[in-house]
C-alpha cells in the first residue's frame, strides 16, 4: 500500500503525551509512523488533529469531520479510553460511535487504522476497566473485519507491559513505548520493519516493597487526585488547546 496523506485523531495518546521534543513541542507514535511512512515513499503528507482529554464522541464531531475535509487516504481513530476510565462507561455504546465514523472514513476511500487499548491489568485502579476495556477491544476488531480497517493490537503486545515504557503517570506512553508503538503501528499497516520493536526489555531488578508502596502513593496524589478533581470540575486536561498539526504538511 502506498498512502500519500495521512490525518491522526484522538485524545493524548495519538497528540503524542509523554514523547516530548525540542522546545514544547510533542512528538509521539503517530509523528514517528507519518516518518516511517516518509521514508518508505516520498510525498507524504500528515496532519494530527489530536487533543489531549477528548472523548470518542468529541473526537467524532469535531476531528472526523475535518479529516474528511482534508481528503486523507490513511486515517488513524484512536479514542474510547478516557471515555473508559469514567464510571459507568458502556463500551457497545462507545463501539456503534466508532462503527460510524470508520464507515463514513471508508466511504471516502480512505484506509482506516484502529487500535485496541492496552491490557490494565498491571494497574492499580485503572486495572478495574478491564472488562469494558477488552469488551470494547473485541468491538474494534469486529469493526474492523466487517470495513476492512487496519488493527494496532495492543492489548496483545507483551513488550507495553513493562513500566519502563510508560510515563511516570502511567497513564501514558514514555519515548521507548511511543517509538515501538509507531513501529508496530506500521507493521498493522504491512509495512517491513525490523521486528525487534516486539521484543520485551530484559527484567528490571524489583524494588523492596517499602519503595513499591511509596511510589504507589505518590502515584495517587500526583496523578489520581488531580484527575479525579477535574472530573469533579468538569474540566479537561484539554481544555483550551487546539491541534498541534491542523494542515497536512510534508513530513
Given at each position: 500500500?502506498?498512502?500519500q496523506?495521512?490525518?491522526?485523531?484522538?485524545?493524548?495518546?495519538?497528540?503524542?503525551?509523554g514523547?516530548?521534543?525540542?522546545?514544547?513541542?510533542l512528538?509521539?507514535?503517530?509523528?514517528?509512523l507519518?516518518?516511517l511512512?516518509?521514508?518508505a515513499q516520498?510525498g507524504?503528507?500528515?496532519?494530527n488533529?489530536a487533543?489531549?482529554g477528548?472523548?470518542?464522541?468529541?473526537v467524532?464531531d469535531?476531528q472526523v469531520?475535518?479529516a474528511l475535509a482534508?481528503?486523507?487516504?490513511?486515517?488513524?481513530?484512536?479514542?474510547?479510553?478516557?471515555?473508559?476510565?469514567?464510571p459507568g462507561a458502556?463500551?457497545?455504546?462507545?463501539?456503534a460511535?466508532m462503527?460510524?465514523a470508520?464507515?463514513?472514513?471508508?466511504a471516502?476511500g480512505?484506509?482506516?487504522l484502529?487500535a485496541?487499548?492496552?491490557?490494565?491489568?498491571?494497574?492499580?485502579l485503572i486495572g478495574?476497566?478491564?472488562?469494558?476495556s477488552?469488551?470494547?477491544?473485541?468491538?474494534l476488531w469486529?469493526?474492523?473485519?466487517?470495513?476492512?480497517?487496519?488493527?494496532?493490537?495492543?492489548?496483545?503486545?507483551?513488550?507495553?507491559?513493562?513500566?519502563?515504557?510508560w510515563?511516570?503517570?502511567?497513564?501514558?506512553?514514555?519515548p521507548?513505548g511511543h517509538?515501538?508503538?509507531a513501529?508496530?503501528?506500521?507493521?498493522?499497516?504491512?509495512?517491513?520493519v525490523?521486528?525487534?520493536?516486539?521484543?520485551p526489555?530484559?527484567?528490571?531488578?524489583?524494588?523492596?516493597?517499602?519503595?513499591?508502596?511509596?511510589?504507589e502513593?505518590?502515584?495517587?496524589?500526583?496523578?489520581?487526585?488531580?484527575?479525579v478533581?477535574?472530573r469533579?470540575?468538569?474540566?479537561?486536561?484539554?481544555?483550551g488547546r487546539?491541534?498541534?498539526?491542523?494542515?497536512p504538511?510534508p513530513?
Amino acid at each position: 500500500m502506498t498512502w500519500q496523506r495521512f490525518v491522526a485523531v484522538g485524545d493524548s495518546f495519538t497528540e503524542g503525551v509523554g514523547d516530548p521534543g525540542p522546545g514544547d513541542a510533542l512528538v509521539g507514535w503517530a509523528d514517528r509512523l507519518a516518518a516511517l511512512l516518509s521514508a518508505a515513499q516520498s510525498g507524504v503528507e500528515y496532519a494530527n488533529l489530536a487533543v489531549r482529554g477528548r472523548l470518542l464522541g468529541q473526537v467524532v464531531d469535531e476531528q472526523v469531520p475535518v479529516a474528511l475535509a482534508l481528503r486523507p487516504d490513511l486515517v488513524s481513530i484512536v479514542a474510547g479510553g478516557n471515555d473508559l476510565l469514567r464510571p459507568g462507561a458502556d463500551p457497545d455504546a462507545l463501539a456503534a460511535v466508532m462503527e460510524e465514523a470508520v464507515v463514513a472514513l471508508r466511504a471516502t476511500g480512505a484506509d482506516v487504522l484502529l487500535a485496541t487499548g492496552v491490557d490494565p491489568r498491571a494497574t492499580p485502579l485503572i486495572g478495574r476497566t478491564r472488562g469494558r476495556s477488552a469488551t470494547y477491544n473485541a468491538h474494534l476488531w469486529s469493526i474492523a473485519a466487517r470495513h476492512g480497517a487496519h488493527v494496532l493490537d495492543q492489548w496483545g503486545a507483551a513488550w507495553v507491559q513493562d513500566a519502563r515504557m510508560w510515563d511516570v503517570d502511567r497513564l501514558h506512553l514514555a519515548p521507548e513505548g511511543h517509538r515501538r508503538t509507531a513501529l508496530a503501528a506500521a507493521a498493522a499497516l504491512g509495512l517491513d520493519v525490523d521486528p525487534s520493536w516486539a521484543v520485551p526489555l530484559d527484567p528490571a531488578p524489583q524494588l523492596p516493597r517499602r519503595e513499591r508502596v511509596a511510589g504507589e502513593l505518590a502515584w495517587v496524589r500526583s496523578f489520581v487526585v488531580p484527575w479525579v478533581g477535574r472530573r469533579l470540575r468538569g474540566r479537561s486536561s484539554g481544555d483550551g488547546r487546539t491541534a498541534k498539526r491542523p494542515v497536512p504538511t510534508p513530513v
